[in-house]
């Protein structure tokens, strides 16, 4: 992996073949065709099909097509490949996928990470993989003992015969290669396996505490140079004129120019370039977004949720159920624009030639970034090579529907035409837009005399991330975003009489995905609202779910699970407040437990979270229950903290200070518990964080009887008076 | 030990990096984290806010944590400089090998300046309880929210050293 900076490594990637050089026999014919061509059989290394390579050492590379962003995918899938390989786990080595369509996600066509799909997408894939390879290197060894194939098996690196001969991986590399590809390789039933299911360590953590992992921002090239870019200050704004001369009067600043996303000052580094930027003369016209502000959007969204929408879903007759209701409970929640706010900052690395383009840097979306630094460059896309480095966080916003960060680093190198690495500031990062969209939601539900719920009806106002983006085809469903209404439309209560509608705003803040997408909104509003009708109805809020879910085994699973672990029935000290949400997302079930007290001050302390879990098949349950803590922590950030605003069009916040994080000193203590499954796998990276927000903002109303309905959560109103 | 800035305000600077010396031809204002990553290629060390406010860019100086991105790398001439890279020879510092063990990284950006704080903490105070460990690691940001594994590995590499401390 980090491997990648190396120059011989460069080089190699250079002139050797798409995957670095070695026989391909290709998993499939155009995988075959797509990377055979170019292939020849160099350095001993043999490449078994397009993810994984036995060297004559019997090293075993696999090629991840899913990039690493904390979630653990350069462990997860060698696990796959290795269950079935039969390979020494330590001679397993992980290296980036260049871009080519044979390491498209299984289920999108392109190739990229995101909607918590790594494992679901390869689970059949590479196990295969390993299968296939496995039984070549077996039918390689059969072959060299002129013996049947099925006396022979494989461990451990190794062909063994029942004779007690042995070859390893490296010496039956070269014939394997000459084998023919097995058709219909079984797979392990799950009770044989040896890898999945195991906590395997990392093999990214020794790197990452020695200072040898590379992510984009540590990539370095002879020549290259530092720029950093002017943004206008208002999105959509555009530089009127400028004035270079104070910057380029700065040590070390060699060009400024005006590129299509601004001024961008170039350096021999940060420092000279931020210095020169300081010293611009930009005018700007600030486009048709200078009078945006959220408060005034705050008020424009709350009228239209008053107004009914676009219908999602729509059982029954809500509105009348809500009529003929014996009690009525209506409720108005907002949520604001969040930032991803990635540890490392954007950034992207370009050396552009007049044939071609070289990219390095974090992305989560190969596909896109590929053809649209193409198109920047004015190359075809086979001149266009991406090397995936290490993220320091995705979160979603290193899938950018217009590649924003890697277009503009081509659109810079072009105008100096240096190879140049555009860094973007925190405040950059933090202002640069593409946010999780703010969010006003009207919701209504209907009681009859005996607190049965009986009738929801939930409006949901906020701008569609996928309306004029390539997606949009694809992910609306007769005018509706289904990313805006997820979480609630699906709603696994069962209820007699729903709807839920949609208003999707255009309005000029670029919007996108981040990490849980419309869940992370939907699931604070309905499971925050299911407890405002479990205390209207007079019931227990866990027994209140739990009685809606007879037709949701999985769901009532975990939300029992988490009720049972977090000891739901013993009275907490009367300073502590208990609070439960129930959520499914990215396929998995999750119910969360957290334990609260709210200090004077009204500042909230989140004391415990117990996490309940069933995202079907696990490969690895310690990177299971470290995304649940991370998910835990990403929701509980934005509960407490979060919050993007705009006056006069200006973000108005720029960096950790306005923008806090969750600290160390806040963290609860989570506990995390996986049901047992042998369901195809599901998501794992997302889908910690909905439930989190509205349990700790339903702890808060057990405790102190305020409920929330805003986020962030506001002291203020929590401060005993 | 320094000659004189030249037209551009360029110093020749000495530094004393994990152990060996450095000549670094700078402006005397450039904030340390830049000399480490781009004069010296030691990208161990990580930009995350530029105002000290996250911790990404923690290095030891004299064997005290500090933020480089907001320290002068005059200030750090004729005082030792310890980066991630130089905190042991072969990354089985008591803290390095605790976050082996107990998988605390994610993403791992923010890593670099958590174990450079946590080291920094050790030195001083080789049995922290989980006040101290609050007093000393809150303001070092994790965005992937491993906060959970960082105490558990802190408390982990305390007993690494009780049985011996540095392999090395």
Request: hydrophobic content about 40%; glycine content about 8%.
């Amino acid at each position: 992996m980090s491997e990648i900076l190396n120059l011989s490594r460069r080089d190699f990637l250079k002139t050797g073949s798409i995957i670095g050089g070695g026989l391909v026999l290709g998993f499939s014919l155009p995988v075959r065709q797509a990377l055979g061509q170019a292939a020849g059989n160099k350095g001993g290394a043999f490449a078994m099909n397009a993810f994984v390579r036995i060297s004559s050492d019997g090293t075993v590379t696999i090629v991840a097509n899913h990039s690493e962003m904390g979630q653990g995918v350069y462990t997860s899938l060698p696990m796959l490949v290795a269950e079935e390989l039969e390979c020494d786990w330590t001679k397993i080595k992980v290296e980036s996928a260049p871009v080519n369509p044979a390491y498209n996600h299984t289920e999108w066509g392109i190739q990229g990470t995101g909607g918590s799909t790594s494992v679901a997408s390869e689970w059949e894939r590479l196990r295969t993989v390993g299968a296939t390879a496995r039984e070549m290197l077996v039918a390689a060894a059969a072959d060299t003992w002129k013996v049947a194939k099925e006396t022979c098996h494989a461990e451990n690196g190794k062909v063994v015969s029942s004779s007690g001969q042995s070859l390893t991986y490296g010496q039956l590399v070269d014939k394997a290669a000459r084998m023919p590809l097995p058709k219909d390789v079984k797979l392990k039933d799950p009770s044989q396996f040896k890898v999945i299911g195991q906590s395997v360590k990392r093999l990214d953590t020794p790197e990452k505490t020695n200072g040898k992992a590379i992510f984009g921002l540590d990539v370095n090239l002879p020549g290259m140079l530092v720029a950093l870019i002017e943004r206008p200050p208002v999105f959509g704004g555009k530089v009127q004129s400028f004035k270079p001369d104070k910057a380029k009067a700065v040590p070390g600043v060699k060009e400024v120019v005006q590129v299509p996303s601004g001024i961008a000052v170039v350096a021999t580094g940060f420092w000279p370039a931020s210095i020169g930027r300081e010293a611009l003369e930009i005018v700007w016209d600030e486009g048709p977004n200078a009078n945006l502000s959220t408060d005034g959007m705050r008020e424009q969204y709350a009228s239209l949720a008053r107004t009914s929408g676009k219908v999602s879903r729509k059982e029954g007759n809500a509105e009348k159920a809500l009529q003929e209701a014996a009690s009525v409970i209506s409720s108005q929640y907002e949520v604001p624009y969040l930032a991803h706010a990635t540890m490392e900052p954007l950034n992207c690395v370009v050396d552009l030639r007049p044939d071609s383009c070289e990219i390095w840097t974090g992305t989560q979306f190969q596909t896109a970034d590929w053809s649209a630094a193409a198109q920047a460059a004015g190359l075809k896309p086979e001149q266009v090579k991406i090397h995936t480095t290490l993220l320091g966080g995705g979160f979603g916003r290193r899938a950018n529907p217009q590649s924003d960060f890697v277009v503009q680093a081509v659109q810079v190198a072009k105008a100096i035409k240096k190879p140049v690495k555009v860094i973007w500031t925190r405040e950059d990062d933090m202002k640069g837009g593409w946010y999780r969209p703010m969010w006003y939601d009207q919701i209504s539900g209907a009681l009859d005399a005996k607190g049965n719920i009986i009738g929801l009806h939930h409006t949901i106002v906020g701008q569609s991330i996928m309306l004029g983006t390539p997606f949009e085809s694809a992910m609306m469903v007769d005018g509706v975003d289904v990313t805006s209404v997820e979480g609630s439309t699906d709603t696994p209560y069962k209820i007699p009489n729903i709807l839920v509608d949609l208003h999707s705003l255009r309005i000029g803040v670029p919007v996108q995905w981040w990490r849980s997408v419309g869940h992370s909104h939907n699931a604070f509003v309905v499971e925050s609202f299911m407890d405002e009708l479990a205390h209207a109805a007079g019931k227990d809020p866990y027994e209140f779910r739990r009685s809606l879910l007879s037709k949701a085994p999985r769901h009532r699973a975990v939300l029992e699970l988490a009720a049972e672990k977090a000891s739901w029935d013993t009275p907490l000290p009367k300073e502590r407040g208990r609070g439960i949400a129930l959520h499914k997302s990215f396929g998995s079930f999750i119910a969360q437990v957290a334990e609260v007290s709210v200090s004077p001050k009204g500042d909230v302390q989140v004391h415990r979270v117990v996490c309940a879990v069933d995202c079907g098949s696990v490969v690895n349950p310690d990177t299971v229950a470290a995304q649940m803590e991370s998910g835990i922590v990403f929701g509980l950030t934005a509960a407490l903290y979060g919050a993007i605003t705009l006056k006069n069009g200006r973000v108005q916040q720029s960096n950790f200070n306005n923008y806090p994080m969750l600290a160390l000193n806040e963290m609860p203590r989570v506990e995390v518990h996986i049901v047992q499954s042998t369901e195809k796998p599901t998501g794992v990276g997302e889908p910690g964080v909905p439930p989190i927000a509205p349990a700790v903002a339903n702890a808060i109303f057990a405790l102190t009887g305020k409920r929330i309905r805003r986020l962030p959560i506001s002291s203020d109103e929590l401060k005993k008076a | 030990m320094t000659k004189k800035l030249d037209e551009q305000n360029f110093l020749e600077l000495k530094l004393t990096v994990n152990r060996k010396e450095f000549t670094v031809n700078v402006q005397p204002d450039t904030p340390l984290l830049w000399v480490i990553r781009e004069n010296l290629g030691l990208t161990g060390t990580k930009y995350g806010c530029g105002i000290a406010l996250c911790g990404a860019c923690t290095v030891h100086l004299n064997g005290e944590a500090v933020r480089s991105c907001r320290t002068p790398v005059s200030d750090a001439v004729g005082k030792q400089i310890t980066t991630i890279e130089g905190l042991s020879d072969d990354g089985t510092h008591p803290v390095q090998r605790a976050w082996i063990e107990d998988e605390v990284p994610q993403c791992g950006y923010c890593h670099s300046g958590q174990i450079m704080t946590a080291a920094a903490l050790l030195a001083e105070n080789p049995k922290p309880t989980d006040a101290d460990i609050d007093d000393a690691m809150s303001d070092n940001i994790c965005r992937c929210g491993t906060y959970q594994r960082i105490r558990r590995a802190i408390h982990r590499a305390t007993e690494i050293l009780a049985e011996g401390g540095l392999k090395k």
